[in-house]
């Protein structure tokens, strides 16, 4: 039979262990609720999901005729034409909710803003889809060409589909991809092309294989910063990344190869994420970061998503442009050379694609 005082003493001893316990948890709390806060400030203007509203296509919603264009004569480095924005309400649309297709697919947006004096939204120079799924393991970059002439949902009009962004932010530009592509994307990431020069000098820069002639642009658009003349791989810095990733007249196909550009982009810093492994420097990384990005994306789900894809095993990285091979023409819409595709087929290959189903 135990004691009295034995009795106290052992409460006391579990209490203390408890406590030690509750502490070391707390402990270890720390770093991820700093981080799950410095997460939080790319929350700061996040566009918010609503619940989809029933949008009834107007006499607009049929292709209009678009003459067919030489391909040979057409210029793709010409912005939008400013005839086709005139009486288009500007407002800063919501994502409209949509049913998951895939539980093991997460697909997120991903925004390049060049944002210019005087302009609400600026223009969405870069909208990629990250498609990643987590059975797989593989995360797929599909670059959305900004000249397809696409139905811009809300707005009753056809236009190219950068202009979607111009005319209602991230919003409308998720909702017009939504919309035409059957897609389900509710998250977006955005980053300003200006910001594209910190976080690269943040990560240290990014290595990317590169022609001649685009080490010869980079080196006059970035001349304080020039590379050596050769083709291969090259350690580019933020200045050189930019202008990398703004190029468009190297390549003879305009937005082809700029987008493809791009995605090169994304690739190396999906390499550089694959090869750190340290959660200190994860941490300091994010806590660098935070002013360049918007996301809707929750601290949680970053920190999920990104333990996921950095620590969860082999991962394949795949990427390609929309519209597919065979389903596109060029076309002028009055004097705007744009992208004319096949809106049924695109859907249908991007979902191959993406799910492997059809």
Same mark, same amino acid.
């Given at each position: ?6 009795? %106290?003493?052992?409460? *006391? ?30 929350? %700061? ?77 600026? @223009? ?35 236009? @190219? ?112 994420? *694959?090869?750190? %492994? ?81």
């Amino acid at each position: 039979m135990k004691k009295r005082g034995e009795g %106290k003493t052992a409460k *006391k001893h579990a209490l203390r262990i408890i406590i030690i316990i509750l502490l070391v948890v707390v402990f270890l709390s720390i770093p991820l609720m700093i981080v799950c806060c410095k997460l939080g400030q790319m929350n %700061k203007n996040a566009v918010s999901i609503v619940k989809k509203p029933e949008i009834s296509p107007g006499e607009t919603a049929t292709p209009p005729a678009l003459v067919k264009a030489d391909a040979d004569k057409v210029d793709t480095t010409k912005d939008f034409d400013p005839a086709l924005i005139d009486d288009i309400r500007m407002d800063d649309d919501s994502i409209f909710n949509e049913s998951r297709i895939d539980k093991d697919v997460v697909n997120i947006m991903l925004f390049g803003s060049d944002a210019r004096e005087g302009e609400r939204h600026g @223009r969405s120079d870069t909208m990629m889809i990250l498609s990643y799924n987590r059975k797989l393991r593989t995360a797929k970059l599909v670059s959305l060409l900004r000249d397809t002439w696409i139905y811009i949902p809300d707005r009753d009009t056809w236009n @190219r589909i950068n202009t979607a962004y111009f005319f209602g932010g991230v919003g409308l530009a998720i909702n017009t991809v939504n919309s035409n592509f059957g897609m389900d994307i509710q998250y977006y990431v955005k980053v300003d092309f200006e910001s594209l020069k910190e976080i690269v000098d943040t990560v240290g820069g990014i290595d990317v294989y590169l022609t001649e002639r685009e080490v010869e642009y980079i080196n006059n658009s970035a001349a304080n910063d020039a590379l050596p003349v050769k083709e291969g791989w090259q350690h580019l810095n933020g200045r050189q990344t930019l202008a990398n990733s703004r190029n468009r007249s190297i390549g003879g196909d305009g937005d082809w190869s700029r987008t493809r550009r791009q995605r090169d982009v994304m690739y190396a810093f999906f390499k550089k994420a *694959k090869t750190e %492994k340290s959660i200190a420097s994860l941490t300091a990384l994010v806590n660098n970061l935070t002013k360049y990005v918007e996301t809707n994306m929750s601290p949680m789900q970053m920190i999920d998503l990104a333990v996921d894809v950095v620590f969860g095993g082999d991962l394949t990285l795949e990427n390609r442009a929309l519209p597919f091979e065979g389903t596109w023409d060029y076309a002028w819409e009055g004097k705007m050379a744009v992208i004319h595709i096949d809106i049924a087929d695109n859907k249908r290959l991007l979902h191959e694609y993406l799910y492997g189903v059809q």
